[in-house]
């Protein structure tokens, strides 16, 4: 088999292909053979050496893959000989082939491809988490969305839409006309423009009753004013901690620095009702069954047509380098994979 392997901290082009035997599935896992693999922010900070789940490098990372079952561990049904499915990984899903338990797999409905599959598991999980599970959005809220062309951006609009919400996103100017007919209601270049003045101008004074934030530090700052009564900080990540293609610890102190820390303490979420709270699907290995609801739940509006992965570019393994690039240089708008 061929893996993607972080072999040390640094820019896009210390990842490596190398050969390595295909492994044999162990009792309840299943092997597949992997057609395309999602490719993550968190891998990013991973290999710039900013990821604390990181295992020790060298490593193969990765979250996601779709492909199709070609052999199965002791106490397998053989039906699943064959089967196009998509899965969840916990590192290693940078491979060609990949040995998985069988919690971990969901059947492709009909008609979705490969590369569709591959670019569900993440993006929606997290989005399904913000919105739905933890940012409780009803019908007629509005919710401010940062990075909107980005593979979270794009499944929370669709299913902030689905819902009934206003949808706000921040992105690059470039990607509005796309991004508008994506769904987006009101957009925001937040290279121009303060995206806490022009959200209160939008909603007539009144602020937001969700945001969903991966940049972190002056932009939650922002955010929490933001928010109406009653309002949610969903937090997912830390962007403006990695501001460059290798490791530069000033930003990470710079991010921390402006963080409102003052602001969360339980007196002033009291005084003030709203709510803040973070998210990782990567910390919920234990919740299985709760995955497994989401998983289904989502696949079933994938099939009623009302979410559709948006696939920005997809690169061939000896690329992979140049897709954190492009991932980077911000010229995405959806998903970005890669192809065996």
Not at 63 to 72: C, K, M, N
Request: hydrophobic letters at 45%; a neutral charge; charged letters at 20%.
């Amino acid at each position: 088999m061929r893996q993607i392997w972080i072999t040390k901290f640094g820019p896009p082009e210390v990842l490596a292909v190398k050969q390595a035997p295909d492994p044999e599935p162990k009792p309840g896992e299943v092997r597949i053979r992997v057609e395309a693999s999602g490719v993550n922010f968190a891998d990013i900070v991973g290999r710039v050496g900013l990821y604390p789940d990181l295992p020790p490098i060298p490593v193969v990372p990765g979250y996601e893959v779709s492909g199709h079952i070609d052999a199965i561990g002791a106490d397998v049904d053989t039906s699943w000989i064959g089967r196009d499915v998509l899965a969840t990984t916990r590192f290693g899903g940078y491979a060609d082939v990949i040995c998985l338990p069988l919690q971990q797999i969901f059947a492709r409905p009909p008609g979705m491809s490969a590369l569709e599959a591959a670019a569900l598991p993440v993006n929606y999980f997290t989005a399904w988490q913000l919105v739905v599970v933890m940012g409780g959005l009803k019908p007629g809220e509005t919710v401010l969305v940062h990075s909107a062309g980005g593979g979270v951006g794009i499944a929370a609009t669709q299913i902030a839409k689905h819902i009934g919400a206003t949808v706000i996103g921040t992105a690059s100017a470039s990607k509005h006309a796309e991004l508008r007919a994506l769904g987006v209601d009101h957009l925001i270049d937040y290279r121009t423009e303060d995206f806490e003045v022009r959200a209160r101008q939008i909603t007539q004074g009144r602020g937001v009753e969700l945001i969903l934030d991966a940049i972190g530090g002056d932009s939650l700052k922002k955010g929490y004013r933001l928010l109406a009564p009653t309002g949610r900080l969903g937090m997912f990540g830390i962007s403006s901690a990695v501001t460059q293609k290798q490791r530069r610890l000033i930003d990470m102190l710079a991010m921390l620095a402006n963080t409102p820390w003052f602001q969360f303490n339980p007196m002033s979420l009291i005084n003030a009702n709203k709510g803040v709270f973070g998210v990782n699907v990567g910390h919920l290995w234990g919740e299985t069954d709760r995955l497994r609801s989401w998983g289904e739940q989502l696949l079933d509006l994938w099939t009623q047509g009302v979410i559709k992965p948006k696939i920005a570019q997809s690169f061939k393994f000896d690329d992979a380098a140049a897709a954190h690039h492009f991932i980077q240089d911000r010229k995405n708008i959806g998903k970005v994979l890669l192809v065996p």
